[in-house]
């Protein structure tokens, strides 16, 4: 046996003791699961090998009634000879046994009788009586054995109890007397049996997996059982059946028999004991353990012994359940009235303590009191602070309840602005539906202040302008004379200028007559629209950067944070600071993983695609861009839309995936896009995807439009937008050498030597073209240095192709090897290559890295556990999933990483680099 090496020692000299000629009696002590039975069984077995003769007997509390229960048990069976057996019977016959309850006479002829048939064995050998669940012992048998104890002397008798509780206060009634005679007897031994040890799991996992076992599998098998070997052999057969027979299990699964194992633990528990199980289930957190007396209703002592209890059955760890399963079963031993009636005053006596809002919300919400008057307040404050703590799920859901029963609608102007909070994280089409009734409240003046800020951006998003307007002049009114105005107020008028140029004014060239806007510590979002306005239209200088940067990265992301966030990201990659942008794209990623907001990372991951595009990396940048589609679909963006659109549909089409570009063009985007900035981003990779397809003239319309655009909207300046360049590339394809060499050089004109390294270097190759064939490689050599310098290693390549082209052309084979060399020192270094699709393109460079951007939450899930080399049914089981959903699952990672196989996959997952932050592995591009 497993750690009860001991035990059995103590056992073994207390049989050769009694053998010698002597009373001795060991009590083994321990809770259930301990292995008392078990140890019971095995020193049976060796004492009848041994030539002593074994009586059995074992309690039960639906027995400890029946008068001598036990010891009918102990003295059924083959014991004794035909006379004594037939003295036996008689002894114990039922009619003798009632009037001993009342006649002493017959009393203690039943007692010494079957005294002296058990003495009279002893002289024929040893005698072992084995008693387990000693602590259902009946009355009379208690008596018995007490009185076979005080005459028993020199008799070779052994006695064994297996007795389940070690505290005499909560032993039951029947076995306090014995209790009390045998701890004051010198021939007595206490065996307190412990759950197994850590490495005693480890053993019995090596015997019962029949291989050795992992250590890590053993400690998480340990600290799911606390040892208790009753719930330890349910865990290791969930697991076994979770397998389906294919081998040992390589992770532990808890199912209907660590369930079970659970409900006969509690069965086996105190009906005190169960109550402070209750307690400890609904309160959760330690911290609250002080209100579990008043909770139960029971003095902290009696708390205490049960919570030592509970401990020692393997059930509670460090003032709280081990598992969620064992709560939830525990919780499941009330009735639902009981359960209700234990939440109500849990919620009671935490709010009375100062609890916090979520935990009294929570208990709210379990004890089914959505009547009472303080419900709604307390389901909206505890909707806050989940929100506060990134549970934006929760927080939707403790809304949408306060919804249901604020019958009054005193909060529901409240409850829809926080709704709206919280489905903007994670249910962005849910967050839009609350719009129209949110746009009345604050048109009617009963919404008003910071819970405007929200509501105001998806109005923009989402191209309602004119709501927008007027909802910004009200609050404009609002603002008393002389007061400075709130800082979210001006983020947002701010925001609505940015985004709506042609709409509105510049609002950064103009003076704010009410002075400067209340800022609160902390408050950042001003600020930082502030330098992305003015780097935006003026230049991104250093300060600008720096100051950005500074109070970028101080800055949790939040919902107010997230504009400004994403603004200032957008500052540093329009700066072609590439990398440090893509490394700030990943934490903010996981940042959102671990908030549990799909919209913000689609949002994130329409960035980093971007970023990707920008450095030459097509498939990564085409990936992401699709799966920000896929986190959030196309009709749910609103003028956002043409972040991720214009970034998949030009990769597409410099891969040469015409079909699929002329899919992504063929999604609807609002109409209202195109009064945004944002939809000129989408004009040009329109307008690049005709040049590529031989339509030059159709895209130099586009071309033309965003031009026109930035015209009217007083942004003729910028320079963020490249339409010059894309000018000079359609005409080159339609043979215009002129007009493109003129929109070529008034590109690089108004770029000038510093910064748009990328643009300048593409327009430089493309105005080398124009050139004569002689003149062409100085100018290509310049363009392949600023286009190193940039990171786009896509135009690179193009410009490395144009430079081997004009060589050749001009017979110096020499010099065109040389640049075929770079080439491939290029591809070597960072890249895998692939073939070509358009005529005259160099070849397409992908990152050999894998991208798990473009995962959804559960695809990266299956990823992971498909390249540990499981097969789809166990992955399906381990992720609680069908085989089907796998199977999609796989499709799609498959399609999305470029690869057709899990060796592939493997080897694709395996070529992951580590992330400089912990944080970021699982962001890794």
């Known amino acids: 046996m497993i750690e009860r090496e001991s035990e059995l020692a103590e056992l073994a000299a207390a049989f050769a003791e009694s053998a010698a000629g002597g009373v001795r009696v060991v009590v083994l002590q321990g ?47 083959e014991v004794f000879d035909r006379d004594r057996a037939a003295t036996v019977r008689g002894l114990l016959d039922h009619q003798l046994l009632a009037d001993a309850a009342y006649d002493g006479v017959s009393r203690s002829r039943v007692l010494d009788g079957l005294a002296t048939a058990v003495l009279e064995l002893a002289e024929q050998s040893t005698v072992v009586i084995a008693i387990d669940d000693t602590q259902y012992l009946d009355a009379f048998s208690q008596d018995w054995l007490i009185y076979l104890l005080r005459r028993a002397g020199l008799a070779r008798i052994l006695i064994v109890f297996g007795w389940r509780d070690d505290d005499i206060e909560t032993s039951p009634d029947n076995s306090r007397l014995l209790c009390a005679e045998l701890y004051q007897q010198a021939y007595l031994r206490r065996l307190l049996l412990a759950p197994l040890s850590s490495n005693g799991v480890a053993q019995l996992m090596t015997e019962r997996l029949l291989e050795s076992g992992s250590t890590e599998l053993a400690a998480q098998a340990h600290h799911l059982t606390g040892g208790n070997l009753l719930l330890l052999y349910a865990l290791l057969e969930d697991s076994w059946a979770a397998t389906r027979g294919d081998g040992p299990p390589t992770e532990l699964n808890t199912g209907p028999e660590f369930e079970r194992a659970v409900q006969l633990v509690l069965g086996r528990c105190d009906p005190m004991t169960l109550r402070v199980a209750g307690a400890i289930s609904v309160i959760g957190e330690p911290s609250r353990f002080a209100y579990l007396d008043r909770l139960v209703g029971v003095p902290s002592d009696r708390v205490a012994v049960a919570m030592q209890v509970l401990t020692r059955t393997g059930l509670v760890e460090a003032g709280r359940m081990r598992h969620p399963v064992m709560a ?33 919300a ?18 909206v404050e505890g909707a806050k602070q989940a929100l506060e703590e990134g549970h934006s799920r929760r927080a939707t859901e403790l809304l949408r309840l306060a919804y249901q029963v604020d019958t009054d609608g005193r909060r529901r102007v409240e409850i829809l602005a926080l709704l709206l909070r919280a489905g903007w994280r994670d ?55 002389g007061s400075p105005p709130s800082w979210e107020f001006e983020m947002v008028r701010m925001w609505l200028a940015d985004v709506y140029p042609g709409v509105f004014r510049r609002v950064a060239s103009e003076g704010r007559t009410n002075g400067t806007p209340i800022t609160p510590p902390g408050a950042i979002g001003y600020r930082l629209l502030e330098h992305f306005q003015s780097s935006h239209h003026q230049g991104a200088t250093e300060e600008r950067l720096g100051r950005a940067d500074e109070a970028l990265w101080q800055q949790p992301l939040t919902e107010i944070n997230l504009l400004p966030l994403i603004c200032a990201l957008r500052t540093m990659v329009l700066a072609g600071r590439l990398e440090e942008a893509e490394l700030r794209c990943r934490e903010l990623v996981q940042a959102c993983l671990d908030l549990q907001a799909p919209t913000w990372r689609a949002l994130f991951c329409a960035i980093a695609a971007d970023v990707a595009l920008r450095r030459g990396s097509l498939g990564v940048a085409a990936s992401r861009a699709a799966a920000a589609l896929e986190l959030v679909p196309v009709a749910d963006w609103g003028v956002l839309a043409a972040e991720p659109l214009s970034t998949l549909l030009t990769a597409q089409t410099l891969q040469g995936k015409h079909d699929e570009a002329a899919r992504t063009l063929a999604l609807r985007v609002p109409e209202v896009m195109f009064e945004t900035p944002f939809g000129l981003s989408y004009l040009l990779a329109r307008g690049r995807h005709y040049v590529e397809r031989g339509l030059a003239q159709v895209a130099l319309d586009d071309f033309q439009a965003v031009a026109d655009l930035l015209d009217q909207w007083g942004m003729a300046q910028s320079e963020t937008l490249s339409w010059r360049t894309e000018m000079a590339d359609a005409h080159l394809r339609l043979g215009n050498h002129d007009m493109a060499a003129r929109y070529a050089r008034e590109q690089l004109r108004r770029i000038g030597s510093d910064g748009h390294l990328r643009v300048r270097g593409r327009t430089m190759r493309l105005l080398a073209a124009t050139r004569e064939l002689r003149l062409r490689p100085p100018m290509l050599c310049e363009a392949v240095d600023v286009l190193h310098r940039s990171g786009d290693k896509f135009e690179l390549a193009s410009a490395l192709a144009a430079l081997h082209d004009a060589y050749t052309q001009l017979g110096e084979a020499g010099r065109a090897r040389s640049v075929a060399r770079k080439t491939n020192s290029i591809r070597q270094a960072c890249f895998a290559e692939q073939p070509a699709r358009r005529v005259g393109a160099p070849d397409v460079l992908e990152e050999t890295e894998v991208d798990m951007l473009a995962l959804s939450d559960a695809e990266r899930r299956v990823a992971k556990a498909a390249a540990k080399g499981l097969t789809n049914r166990e992955i399906a089981g381990k ?47």
């Open 31 to 77: 809770v259930v699961g301990t292995g008392k039975t078990a140890l019971l069984e095995e020193f049976g077995g060796r004492a009848r090998k041994a030539g002593a003769r074994l009586l059995r007997a074992s309690g039960a509390p639906t027995e400890s009634s029946l008068s001598l229960g036990i010891v009918r048990q102990l003295l059924a069976g």
């Open 328 to 360: 939830g079963v525990v919780l499941n031993t009330f009735s639902a009235a009981d359960r209700s009636e234990l939440s109500r005053r849990a919620a009671d006596l935490l709010k009375a303590c100062g609890a916090d809002s979520l935990t009294i």
């Open 362 to 379: 929570e208990h709210f919400v379990a004890s089914g009191r959505l009547d009472d008057p303080s419900a709604v307040l307390n389901l």
């Open 427 to 481: 249910d962005l089409r849910a967050s839009i539906g609350h719009l129209p009734e949110l746009t009345e409240e604050m048109l009617s003046g009963r919404l008003r202040g910071r819970h405007t800020t929200l509501p105001m951006i998806m109005l923009l998003l989402q191209g309602r302008v004119e709501d927008a307007c007027s909802v910004l002049s009200l609050l404009a009114a609002d603002v008393p004379p």
């Open 879 to 925: 992720l609680y999933l069908t085989t089907s959903t796998v199977e999609q699952h796989l499709t799609r990672i498959y399609r999305k990483l470029g690869v057709s196989s899990r060796v592939q996959l493997q080897s694709r997952l395996g070529l992951q680099p580590s992330s400089p932050h912990p944080a970021l592995q699982d962001a890794s591009a």
